[in-house]
Nanobody, 128 residues
Framework: QVQLVESGGGLAQAGDSLRLSCAASLDTFSVNTIAWFRQAPGKEREFVAAINWNDGRTYYADSVNGRFTLSREDAKNPVYLQMNSLEPEDTAVYYC?????????????????????WGQGTQVTVSS
């Protein structure tokens, strides 16, 4: 059974940094893409960033590009989302998601329906 567990959310002030982690309990050779999405109150879930599990290639939404960094150490360790220069607009529940298909060479934000497995989410709240 695939299980994704997020951690690292919390309260921050504008300009602060937080790091989220996503741990996947499954055969890591079956993983191709890990992504983060977020959902603010009253809004649709939106893409944040994705990483190719196998070679570390990344893709970011314009809204976080240059502020957020997605990384992974190796196949047995979590994926990390380093969030710098946080803004109140970053307040949301952040979800980790997994796509077992090959890396999609994104040129636009992927849709959440591309990801079959999801974590339970972790709250990030940024105050001004």
């Amino acid at each position: 059974q695939v299980q994704l567990v997020e951690s690292g959310g919390g309260l921050a002030q504008a300009g602060d940094s937080l790091r989220l982690s996503c741990a996947a309990s499954l055969d890591t050779f079956s993983v191709n893409t890990i992504a983060w999405f977020r959902q603010a109150p009253g809004k649709e879930r939106e893409f944040v960033a994705a990483i190719n599990w196998n070679d570390g290639r990344t893709y970011y939404a314009d809204s976080v590009n240059g502020r957020f960094t997605l990384s992974r150490e190796d196949a047995k360790n979590p994926v990390y989302l380093q969030m710098n220069s946080l803004e109140p607009e970053d307040t949301a529940v952040y979800y980790c998601a997994l796509d077992r298909r090959a890396w999609q060479n994104y040129s636009s934000n992927p849709d959440m329906t591309d990801f079959a497995y999801w974590g339970q989410g972790t709250q990030v709240t940024v105050s001004s």
